[in-house]
């Protein structure tokens, strides 16, 4: 296999760093909103801090709003009806999304069994590894 099939770089990156870093700070209150939902970590010595991350859900919204213009922005105008474009366009988004979804479930346990000295739910475990929750209810992890 030569190197020309691995590379994975379908499309000139058009940066928009404040898009970004904005992105980057909505993961960031997602993850203390669900921290805060599924385990009960408070911060109520800072009034202001709970409130905003108890509003963790719009910073979800505005995460996926954002995500989506972002793909549109620099995706548009790609020929998806190639197929080895569309087959390098997917394994892109996989191999950047799911090495730092695994990282955070690896932080996310590790954290759960410092902190609140808890053991490890097997089954919930499974179902985050195997990222099934977002495609069956049955599965779901967030309690919805």
Not at 27 to 43: E, N, P, Q
């Amino acid at each position: 296999m030569s190197n020309e099939n691995l590379n994975l770089s379908i499309a000139k990156y058009k940066k928009i760093g404040a898009l970004n870093v904005l992105k980057f700070a909505l993961v960031f209150i997602i993850f203390l909103f669900h921290w805060r939902i599924h385990y009960g970590v408070a911060y109520p010595n800072v009034f202001f801090l709970d409130k905003f991350i108890l509003a963790g859900a719009f910073a979800m919204s505005g995460f996926f709003i954002l995500s989506g213009f972002l793909l549109y922005y620099i995706y548009s105008g790609k020929d998806f009806s190639d197929f080895d474009y569309l087959k390098k366009f997917y394994l892109k988004r996989i191999f950047k999304i799911l090495p730092p979804y695994y990282v955070l479930i690896f932080i996310m346990y590790i954290l759960y069994g410092l902190i609140l000295h808890q053991s490890v739910n097997w089954s919930v475990l499974l179902v985050s590894i195997i990222p099934i929750q977002a495609f069956c209810r049955i599965f779901s992890v967030n309690g919805s």
